[in-house]
C-alpha cells in the first residue's frame, strides 16, 4: 500500500489559482500513473488529471482542460495539480490516487487506482 498526502486546498476566490500536492511515501515505488480526482456533496468522484509514472503522458477532464496541469517531482515522490482560473464548479474534495498495477483501461478510470489519499478541500466562491 502506497500512503498519499494531499494538501494545498482551502478557500478561493474564482479566478484564482492553486496549486494541490500529492506527497507519496519516502520509499521508492513505481506505478503506472498517478492521478487527481475530486467529489463535490452529493456527487460521485470525478476524474481530474492523470500524468504516467514516467511523466511523458498527462490526461485532463474537459472540464479542467486548459486551466490545469499535472506534473510529477520524481525525486520527491510527489505529484502536484496547478490549477488556474477557478470557478465555483471547481468546488469539490480532491483526492490523489496511484496506478498500481499496469492496465490498459483509460487512466480517467478510478476503479483502476490502488491508492488514495484522504483528500484536499478546495472551495471556490464568486
Known amino acids: 500500500q502506497v500512503l498519499l498526502a494531499e494538501s494545498g486546498g482551502g478557500l478561493m476566490q474564482a479566478g484564482g489559482s492553486l496549486r494541490l500536492s500529492c506527497a507519496g511515501p519516502?520509499?521508492?515505488?513505481?506505478?503506472?500513473?498517478m492521478a487527481w480526482f475530486r467529489q463535490a456533496p452529493g456527487q460521485e468522484r470525478e476524474f481530474v488529471a492523470a500524468?504516467?509514472?514516467?511523466?511523458?503522458?498527462?490526461y485532463y477532464a474537459d472540464a479542467v482542460k486548459g486551466r490545469c496541469t499535472i506534473s510529477r517531482d520524481y525525486a520527491n515522490n510527489a505529484a502536484y495539480l496547478q490549477m488556474n482560473t477557478l470557478k465555483p464548479e471547481d468546488t469539490a474534495n480532491y483526492y490523489c490516487?496511484?496506478?498500481?498495477?499496469?492496465?490498459?483501461?483509460?487512466?480517467?478510470?478510478?476503479?483502476?487506482?490502488?491508492?488514495w489519499g484522504q483528500g484536499t478541500q478546495v472551495t471556490v466562491s464568486t
Open positions: 519516502g520509499r521508492t515505488f513505481h506505478a503506472q500513473a
Open positions: 490516487a496511484v496506478r498500481m498495477i499496469g492496465s490498459s483501461d483509460p487512466l480517467s478510470d478510478r476503479s483502476t487506482y490502488e491508492d
Open positions: 500524468i504516467t509514472w514516467d511523466g511523458r503522458d498527462t
